[in-house]
């Protein structure tokens, strides 16, 4: 079956520092790769997407790569700020009117 | 960018009751919608794909007949759940797809509805 997995329950970094967070996928083509922002009791916040014929892409302190052969998509954020503290979700789609399948999330600490 | 809203954002019902859920998109028209349910620490899970005019598509599991949904018009859709119980209790959240010729479809989400059934 189809699984996505993101690196840790919680990951703690310190301020000004970049944070690399992992999603690995197993068993799925995807067509492209998104990542969300979700803050608690709060909806996902869209963030970044990649297609499966891009390696890199950057927004403003954002940059997510996608390695479709190792199956592997890396998030970073440059630069963190305590504000950036948040859990963020990698969701995979197959294309067209599919919805995402999410990951559990990786809850990010900036530390002042 | 693109807003989605839902109403109510919380709400507590009484076991046997229904409750009904209202996902808009405020500034553009989606033609496709997206229910998620999240239970505590958990992911998002794909309930139901909501298609304007004509009936919803449910993934595995999610009984149709339970969670009753209806996307009247480009602008709405909702999500009735009838005769919740407590192990309906989630966090109840939709999504609208704002496509963009050849870029991919990003999801924006709506702030969610916490729903406590009783």
């Known amino acids: 079956s189809q699984k996505i997995e993101q690196n840790s329950e919680a990951l703690n970094i310190q301020e000004g520092k970049t944070a690399t967070l992992t999603c690995n996928y197993t068993?799925?083509?995807?067509?492209?790769l998104q990542w969300y922002r979700q803050d608690p009791g709060r909806g996902p916040v869209f963030l970044l997407l990649?297609?499966?014929?891009?390696k890199e892409k950057r927004k403003e302190r954002l940059k997510v790569t996608f390695d479709t052969t190792l199956k592997q998509s890396l998030f970073h954020i440059t630069a963190s700020q305590p504000a950036d503290s948040a859990t963020y979700l990698c969701?995979?789609?197959?294309?067209?009117?599919?919805?995402?399948?999410f990951g559990k999330g990786t809850h990010l600490i900036i530390q002042p | 960018g693109a807003v989605v809203s839902q109403h109510p954002s919380w709400v507590i019902c009484k076991s046997g009751t229904s409750v009904k859920i209202e996902c808009r998109s405020l500034?553009?028209?989606?033609?496709?919608m997206f229910w998620y349910r999240q239970f505590p620490k958990q992911s998002l899970m794909l309930m139901a794909t909501?298609?304007?005019?004509?009936?919803?598509?449910?993934e595995q599991g999610v009984e149709k007949d339970k969670f009753l949904i209806n996307h009247a018009s480009l602008t709405l859709s909702t999500l009735t759940v009838t005769s919740a119980h407590p192990e309906d209790s989630s966090f109840y959240i939709c999504?609208?797809?704002?496509?963009?010729?050849?870029?991919?479809?990003?999801?924006?989400f709506g702030p969610g509805t916490r729903l406590t059934v009783t």
């Open positions: 999504s609208a797809r704002e496509p963009r010729g050849g870029q991919g479809y990003e999801q924006y």
């Open positions: 909501s298609n304007e005019g004509s009936k919803a598509t449910y």
């Open positions: 990649i297609r499966e014929n891009e």
């Open positions: 068993n799925y083509s995807p067509a492209y």
């Open positions: 500034d553009f028209q989606a033609t496709t």
């Open positions: 969701a995979l789609a197959g294309g067209g009117a599919d919805g995402l399948t």
